[in-house]
């Protein structure tokens, strides 16, 4: 209780929590991401390491899950799978929270970054993420998901769907202030004349029917294109997702990402309605409004009818 109230003495805190799939490149921005604020914009920044299972860090974190709990630990002791051990470390993490904000107390003045696992139900079902978050966001901690999907996924139209519709179910349950992004651009740029369609396409998720025409065609195949349909609707229809490219060796890439950032945290969720989404790339909690509309259920009740039919 007075650690509690120890943080609520103190003004609003921001940082970014950086989570999105296995490889995607969380650890490898969150290091270049820390240098570049320090370095480039002199900025007081930490990075707060909360995944269990980080080998590779490309930063010294200040605060680091892996000395209260590991998914090695975990998996010897309880004799769990690593799923299952990641999972049962955030829980654990979740009971620990005082762990997290005794030290979180202490480098209050700094702006925080959040490197996360990349298991994809941590963000997309279980609660765990989702309610320490929502902690710290009554803390007055300011905070920004940084979703990451690797760009590899532009180059297979099945996958890009997915991919959206992965977006879209971690900005709902996540439900902070959202930017989704597609990591690695300049492997994007690299391989563009490969692409069927321009950078742009991808980013702005526009005329996604356009990749429709690209799913094959069959008997087999015709039911899991309506589908396709359906769910390209869905996310065309609520303009909710799109992407900013983040290069992580450039530095005009880090700074157009941080532009976009800092929009959705300075802008107020109630003028949400009355901006184009894709301009700002970024969405936030104002979506949760969207669920209040009947009209919102009934395009979703058609993505699983299109299922069952
Ligand atoms: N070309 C290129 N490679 C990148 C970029 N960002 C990350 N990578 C590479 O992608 C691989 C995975 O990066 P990580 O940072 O470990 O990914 P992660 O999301 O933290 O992975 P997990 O923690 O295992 O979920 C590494 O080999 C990185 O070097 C980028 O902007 N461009
Ligand atoms: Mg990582």
């Known amino acids: 209780m007075a650690l509690v109230k120890r943080v609520r003495k103190a003004?609003?805190?921001?940082?970014?929590?950086?989570?999105?799939?296995?490889?995607?490149?969380?650890?490898?921005?969150?290091?270049?991401?820390?240098?570049?604020?320090?370095?480039?914009?002199n900025r007081k920044v930490e990075v707060v390491n909360l995944d269990p299972a980080n080998e590779n860090m490309n930063y010294s974190p200040k605060i680091d899950i892996m000395q209260l709990v590991t998914v090695e630990d975990v998996m010897k002791n309880l004799n769990l799978g690593p799923n299952g051990a990641l999972m049962y470390c955030m829980e654990y993490l979740e009971e620990n929270f005082d762990w997290l904000l005794n030290q979180l107390v202490e480098i209050k003045d700094s702006y925080l970054i959040f490197d996360m696992p990349g298991q994809v139900e941590l963000y997309t079902h279980h609660g765990s993420i989702k309610k320490i978050f929502?902690?710290?966001?009554?803390l007055g901690y300011h905070l920004c998901a940084v979703h990451m999907v690797d760009s590899h996924y532009c180059s297979d139209p099945p996958k890009f769907?997915?991919?959206l519709l992965l977006s879209l179910s971690t900005m709902m349950q996540i439900a902070l202030p959202h930017v989704n992004v597609l990591s690695k651009a300049d492997l994007l740029k690299k391989n563009a004349s490969k692409l069927d369609?321009?950078?742009?396409?991808y980013t702005d998720v526009l005329d996604l029917n356009y990749l429709l025409d690209l799913l094959d065609e069959g008997p087999f195949t015709n039911k899991y294109k309506k589908l396709?349909?359906?769910i390209i609707e869905l996310i065309q229809d609520y303009s909710l997702v799109c992407f900013v490219p983040l290069d992580v060796n450039s530095d005009?890439?880090?700074?157009?990402?941080?532009?976009?950032?800092?929009?959705?945290?300075?802008?107020?969720?109630?003028?949400f309605f009355s901006l184009q989404s894709c301009d700002v790339h970024c969405y936030f909690l104002a979506f949760k409004a969207q669920f209040l509309k009947p009209c919102f259920y009934i395009s979703l009740f058609r993505v699983f009818l299109t299922l069952w039919v």
């Open 11 to 41: 003004e609003s805190y921001f940082g970014q929590v950086v989570i999105g799939p296995p490889g995607s490149g969380k650890t490898t921005y969150c290091g270049k991401v820390y240098k570049f604020y320090k370095d480039k914009l």
């Open 134 to 138: 929502q902690k710290l966001e009554k």
């Open 161 to 163: 769907i997915s991919t």
């Open 197 to 201: 369609f321009n950078v742009d396409f």
């Open 228 to 230: 396709n349909a359906a």
């Open 252 to 271: 005009k890439s880090l700074l157009d990402l941080k532009s976009a950032i800092d929009k959705v945290r300075k802008l107020n969720i109630r003028h």
